[in-house]
């Protein structure tokens, strides 16, 4: 007999393994696919839970193992990439603090990012708690890994912008003070707040990660991360846009294993197409009003000094989400809207 060369569960490979392999594979003890090959040694309440909004979803595939991550993130290696993030926005914030660069922005501007950027930590936070549950809930340890990894980079998210919100007090007094309000009543961000609300309350995980990854976190990426930076770059906040590109890199990598999760699930089972597109659909109609809500305040902002040709944040979004859509054989619901003329 000749010797084990590694992991039983990674022979039938003929090779050796990648460390991605290695730390993702056979890892849940709560599926069939774990390395238990049961699901729960007891009866307990929280089994119910697992066979009506895991095993029952009606997103299936026959191994979910099949699944990787683009990048192959391990730990280690989120850690690394994150490192160098981290440091770049590190040296942004201390040159803000050291240059005296705040008290050059423009008193329009502190309004508008009062009105537009402040409030973004709540729906943030928000998207977080999702990002966990979809994690929580996954039904194999690869997805498992991304989507805490997700979660992970919407506390960075979070964090790096109150950070800057923080700077910006200490040199505005009393700005950002009323973002929890404007959250909770200003009419500007109610669809918003409606719609990662009822998504915070969806169980089923896979309609968790298709309402999430798929439609409402790719819009609100786009409008907040994209947009609002090259707002920022022609108002003359350079280092906001810099900052906001940065924490933009994080969900990029997101939309990436989002796409071949789907393409695992089609590929796997046809009708899976038609549970998605159903999906994206039903949170595409909440989605719709919560981003394109944003539109007229954007174009408030367009060319007031000449500077940067200002997109048409519309015709932009359109395109960037049928594309996303299109990379999954996924079909756009209908359009956002466009600005009145």
């Excluded at 290695?22 to 774990?34: A, C, N, Q, R, W």
């Excluded at 500077?307 to 996303?324: C, K, L, Q, S």
């Amino acid at each position: 007999m000749s010797p084990q060369k590694t992991y039983w569960h990674l022979q039938q490979q003929g090779r050796v393994p990648s460390e991605y392999e290695i730390v993702t594979s056979k890892l849940l003890i709560y599926t069939g696919e774990g390395f238990t090959g049961r699901r729960f040694e007891l009866d307990v309440p929280l089994k119910d839970w697992y066979a009506h909004y895991q095993v029952a979803s009606p997103l299936r595939c026959s191994s979910w193992e099949k699944f990787r991550d683009p990048r192959e993130t391990t730990y280690t290696k989120y850690t690394g990439i994150q490192l160098k993030k981290e440091i770049f926005v590190d040296n942004i914030l201390q040159e803000i603090e050291t240059t005296g660069y705040d008290e050059r922005l423009s008193g329009t501007l502190m309004y508008f990012l009062s009105r537009v950027f402040a409030p973004l930590r709540y729906p943030v936070h928000a998207l977080q708690m999702v990002a966990a549950y979809v994690a929580q809930m996954a039904p194999g340890g690869r997805i498992a890994i991304t989507a805490t990894l997700q979660m992970a980079d919407e506390i960075r998210r979070v964090e790096r912008l109150a950070y800057r919100i923080r700077q910006l007090q200490f040199a505005y007094p009393g700005f950002a003070e009323d973002s929890q309000a404007r959250w909770e009543r200003d009419p500007l961000w109610q669809p918003l707040r409606e719609a990662v609300e009822k998504l915070l309350v969806v169980y089923d995980w896979g309609e968790a990660f298709v309402g999430l990854n798929l439609v409402l976190k790719p819009l609100f990426d786009q409008l907040f991360m994209k947009c609002l930076g090259e707002v920022a770059l022609r108002e003359g906040d350079y280092l906001l846009g810099q900052i906001l590109y940065s924490l933009r890199e994080d969900c990029l990598w997101q939309q990436r294993w989002s796409v071949a999760l789907v393409q695992v699930a089609m590929e796997d089972t046809g009708e899976n197409r038609d549970v998605i597109q159903a999906w994206v659909d039903k949170w595409h109609g909440l989605a719709l009003p919560a981003v394109s809500a944003f539109f007229p305040v954007f174009a408030e902002k367009q060319d007031t000094r000449g500077r940067r040709p200002a997109p048409n944040i519309p015709d932009h979004m359109n395109v960037f989400y049928a594309g996303y859509l299109e990379s999954m054989h996924l079909r756009m619901p209908v359009e956002l809207p466009a600005l009145a003329s």
